[in-house]
């Protein structure tokens, strides 16, 4: 099924031309039509599809779909909307903090897919790197599983320099450990967007991140 037509991609890139209210405003009919609902429509057969493999999504498109105005209030860049569409798939949908689930951003620039954890606080960073000590081999597994290297790469995100006693010699077998942050991330051609490959694209990436993601949620007290 495609769920969006050329005008989405198009609205974006005018968007980025003329990024102020008044325009906005005067094209919100169009925003409405060609953006708003097909991302609402996509995000909901989304929903229900992840929710095949994953019983605890049970959200709605609101809970899950970014507001497309941007939070200004300590950026240098004032204009206020952003140029992309963009969602979290997951148990707790936008507001989640855990793994299991997949970020989805649709612009004209690309088509961007995420997962994992992204920033994970002081407690929750100490959970996934005791859980990593404990099985440090499964971790390994998960990440050099053929599968998820070949989709979505290694897992990227900040480390640190120095590590707790404790971990340090688990590091010998996963350099990982060292990470503050654990997610994955890819950028694909936007011309997806316009096909009706886009939700079999969604849901392979996600079924390869899976079962990192649900590693590190495991650890998650």
Same mark, same amino acid.
């Given at each position: !099924? /495609?769920? %969006? ?18 325009? %906005? ?8 039509? *060609? ?6 429509? +996509? ?11 994953? /019983?605890?999504?049970?959200? /709605? ?6 507001? &497309? ?30 793994? *299991? ?30 859980? &990593? ?8 597994? @998960?990440?050099?599983?053929?599968? %998820? ?18 971990? /340090?010699?688990?590091?010998? @077998?996963?350099?990982? =450990? $060292?990470?503050?942050?654990? $997610? ?7 011309? =997806?967007?316009?096909?009706?490959? #886009? !939700? ?14 649900? +590693?590190?949620?495991?650890? #998650?007290?």
């Amino acid at each position: !099924m /495609k769920y %969006f037509n050329q005008d989405y991609l198009q609205f974006f890139k005018d968007l980025a031309a003329n990024n102020n209210r008044d325009w %906005f405003q005067a094209n919100k009919k169009r925003y409405e039509s *060609s953006v708003k609902k097909p991302f609402e429509l +996509f995000v909901a057969d989304l929903i229900s599809e992840l929710k095949k493999h994953d /019983k605890s999504i049970n959200i /709605k498109p609101s809970d899950a779909i970014f507001r &497309i105005n941007r939070d200004i209030r300590f950026s240098k860049d004032k204009t206020p909307y952003k140029l992309n569409a963009s969602a979290v798939i997951s148990r707790d949908g936008r507001k989640t903090d855990g793994a *299991s689930g997949v970020y989805v951003e649709l612009g004209p620039e690309k088509l961007a897919l995420a997962g994992g954890i992204y920033m994970p606080d002081k407690d929750k960073l100490q959970d996934i790197r005791d859980g &990593i000590t404990k099985n440090p081999k499964s971790f390994m597994k @998960v990440l050099n599983d053929k599968t %998820f290297v070949k989709v979505w790469g290694e897992l990227q995100g900040e480390k640190n320099k120095i590590l707790p006693a404790e971990h /340090k010699k688990v590091a010998e @077998v996963c350099p990982y =450990i $060292y990470n503050k942050q654990f $997610y994955f991330w890819v950028e694909l051609d936007p011309k =997806i967007i316009l096909t009706d490959k #886009l !939700m079999k694209t969604v849901v392979d990436h996600y079924l390869a991140g899976k079962p990192v993601g649900d +590693f590190l949620n495991a650890q #998650l007290k």
